[in-house]
Structures are given as structure tokens and as C-alpha cells.
């Protein structure tokens, strides 16, 4: 079944009208047939529709992995509770989804056996989902205050926040965050710092360009202004239990669940090692790089090795570029993925990569053809 489900999806996959059509056809289909869930979802579907092909392709790539399928499905909806969504609204979804599917796909080839994988692998989509939607005793929303808005370059800012009560999500993890001057608009973005009982937290956000939500979060955001965000979601975890060293890869804002995850471990006693390897273009897009070479210095069982395309700032960033504290390991120039896979083939190590969808795909590429086990690879869906 598994083999049926991958190619059908590839060949959705292979066109670009087949990755629109199925997205579009779903939520044409869904309100059709129940027009009253059209209020549940914001005016513009874009991010919806990306969303809920993101949601497909992880799936579809982690089957023979139950338990991280499931637990992704179950985180997600209960994330979805923050639309209003609950568990009778998904078993309504299946047949749109269906016809979604099958619309999408070359109709000429389409068989009763994948009408019958396709069927029941919606179903436990959903059923997953309603599941967890309807026995979450956690609150959909947390409401927050910003206590902090620190514009550390042109497009990039840290958003400090103070929630209503402590959110319990565990560092690696990401939130959906909705903002005051984008109502109804909610984005993921992964928490900088480990859960506290204060409810304190820290995103750092770029400007994406054409964006609706980061440009207003890095231009906007002021002090007092009172946020919502929803239920963690993610995987991104270091397992203690196995045994393994750890390499973790992050590009830009991407290191900021990868911060969060060192940040707690320095406050257990014994630690594998971590290989933290922090990339971006330009020097001074390693924005962070001074907070991670101070905790390298107090936690020996941590080496940062900072990486930049270019070796020098842009002339619109006249600022010197920072050398490294003594014995920390120099900044290396080269597209991050490559000057990794360089180091070898890393496959005594468990892996987590967080960046841009391009530099995620281009790294795990990188290392792949080093000879790095696909399954060590660990990196989320959605953010």
C-alpha cells in the first residue's frame, strides 16, 4: 500500500498544476458541500493551502515511521483548535480530501485499489487528528505580552513575550503565533528558549519578502501588544536514551530551535556531545553567534562552528565581523551543507537541520551524497 500511495503522490508532485489543483480542489469541494466551515478559515487560503500539502508530503515520506505519524498528526490537530475546528468537523473532510486527491491525479490509471489506500489513509489522518482535537484539556490559545522588540538587523528582530500562564512545549519545538495588526493570520515560529514557569518565551523573525505576517512582526511589534499562540508542534528532540553524539545544522532564524535545545540541555548535568554547525550568507547574518560562543565556553561538550558564504558584510552592514573567543572553532566559508558533508559522512550521529525549506532540502541532499543515512535526518514539516 505504502509503494501505491508514494507513487501516486510523486506523480501529483511531478507538476505544478497537480500540487494546485489538489489544495484547491479540497477546499472548493469542503465548502460546497459545508459552507458553514468557510468561516472558520482566514479570507486568504494561501498558507492554508502550502500547509496542507507540507502536511501530505511528511506523511506520505514517513509511513513506515507509525509513531512519528501519528504523533505529528495528533499534534496537529490540536493546533488546529485555535480555528474553532473540533472533531466532528473532520470526518466531514474525508470525502473532499478524497476527491481532491483523485481530481489531482492522471484519471486514466486511477484503480479501485488506490481508491481503497487512499481511503483509508485519509481516514486515519482524521481520525488521528479529531482524536486529539477532542481530548486536549489544554487550552487552543494562549494569550501573551510583548515585553521586548529588538531589532537586531534591517529584516530580523527578537520578539519577547510573557504568556498569561506557562505554555508546556518542550525546546525543539514550534508555535502558531497570531499578531494584532494581522487578525486571523496565524504563522509558526520555533520558541529561541526552553519552556519556563514564568511563561516567558523568545521568537526571532525575518522579513520575508511579499510576506503578510514577518514584515508586520519586524517593522510593527511594539511593547504591550498582545499576541496569541497555540498548541507546540514539532519533533525536533535530542534523543538522550540512544547513545549517540549529535549534529545539529541551522541557517539564519533556524537556529532558534536549535538555541533552545542546547540552552536546556546546559542545564542538565551529563550531555552527548554537539556538533552545532550555524550558517548564513553574510557574517552578520550569524546574528547570534556571540550568545552560542558563550555557552560553547561554559559547556566543553559543545562545539560551534560558525559558517557564512561570503567572508565579508555587505557595505550596508558596515559593521567589523567578531573573532571567535580563543580555541573556538574559526568561521569557515562555503554553503553550509557542503562545508558539513565535508567533515565526513556523520553517520555515528543523530541529526536535526532547521533553516529555509531550500536550505533544509539542499543540506540533507549534501549529506546523503557524503553517504549520511537518510533515516539519522531529522528535520520538521511546517516551519
Not at 511531478?14 to 479540497?26: M, V
Request: hydrophobic share 40%; charged share 20%.
Amino acid at each position: 500500500m505504502i509503494s501505491r500511495l508514494r507513487a501516486s503522490f510523486s506523480s501529483i508532485l511531478s507538476t505544478e498544476q497537480g500540487r494546485t489543483r489538489l489544495a484547491t480542489t479540497f477546499y472548493s469541494t469542503l465548502f460546497a458541500e459545508h459552507p458553514e466551515f468557510r468561516s472558520l478559515f482566514p479570507a486568504a487560503l494561501d498558507q492554508q493551502k502550502h500547509r496542507l500539502f507540507q502536511a501530505l508530503e511528511f506523511v506520505i515520506d514517513n509511513l513506515e515511521d507509525q509513531d512519528r505519524v501519528l504523533g505529528f498528526l495528533a499534534q496537529l490537530g490540536r493546533d488546529h483548535r485555535k480555528y474553532g475546528v473540533e472533531g466532528r468537523h473532520y470526518s466531514a473532510s474525508a470525502r473532499a480530501l478524497l476527491v481532491a486527491v483523485q481530481d489531482s491525479f492522471i484519471r486514466a490509471i486511477w484503480t479501485p485499489s488506490l481508491t481503497t489506500a487512499w481511503s483509508e489513509l485519509i481516514e486515519l489522518l482524521l481520525h488521528t487528528m479529531a482524536d486529539a482535537a477532542d481530548n486536549d484539556d489544554l487550552p487552543a490559545a494562549w494569550g501573551a505580552t510583548v515585553v521586548g522588540h529588538q531589532r537586531l538587523l534591517d529584516d530580523l528582530a527578537v520578539v519577547r513575550l510573557e504568556a498569561d500562564s506557562p505554555i508546556p512545549y518542550a525546546a525543539g519545538q514550534y508555535l502558531s503565533v497570531q499578531i494584532p495588526q494581522r487578525p486571523r493570520l496565524w504563522r509558526y515560529l520555533s520558541a529561541a528558549i526552553p519552556t519556563n514557569p514564568y511563561g516567558q518565551i523568545e521568537f526571532h523573525v525575518r522579513r520575508v519578502s511579499g510576506g503578510w505576517v514577518s514584515p508586520a512582526i519586524v517593522n510593527e511589534t511594539q511593547v504591550g501588544d498582545r499576541w496569541l499562540l497555540s498548541s507546540p508542534l514539532g519533533g525536533l528532540e535530542v534523543d538522550r536514551a540512544g547513545g549517540r553524539d549529535v549534529l545539529m545544522i541551522g541557517s539564519g532564524t533556524g537556529i532558534a530551535p536549535l538555541r533552545a535545545q542546547v540552552m536546556d540541555m546546559a542545564m542538565k548535568a551529563e550531555n552527548p556531545r554537539v556538533h552545532l554547525f550555524v550558517g548564513g550568507k553574510y557574517p552578520c547574518d550569524l546574528y547570534d553567534i556571540e550568545t552560542l560562543w558563550q555557552l560553547s565556553l561554559s559547556n566543553p561538550w559543545l562545539t560551534v562552528v560558525p559558517v557564512s558564504e561570503e567572508n565579508e558584510n555587505p557595505w550596508w552592514h558596515a559593521v567589523p565581523v567578531p573573532d571567535e573567543p580563543p580555541g573556538l572553532h574559526r568561521r569557515l566559508q562555503g554553503r553550509l551543507g557542503q562545508v558539513v558533508a565535508r567533515f565526513g559522512s556523520w553517520a555515528d550521529r543523530q541529526i536535526q537541520i532547521s533553516g529555509s525549506p531550500a536550505m533544509i532540502k539542499t543540506t540533507v541532499y549534501a549529506l546523503q551524497s557524503g553517504g549520511t543515512p537518510p533515516e539519522l535526518i531529522r528535520h520538521d514539516p511546517l516551519v
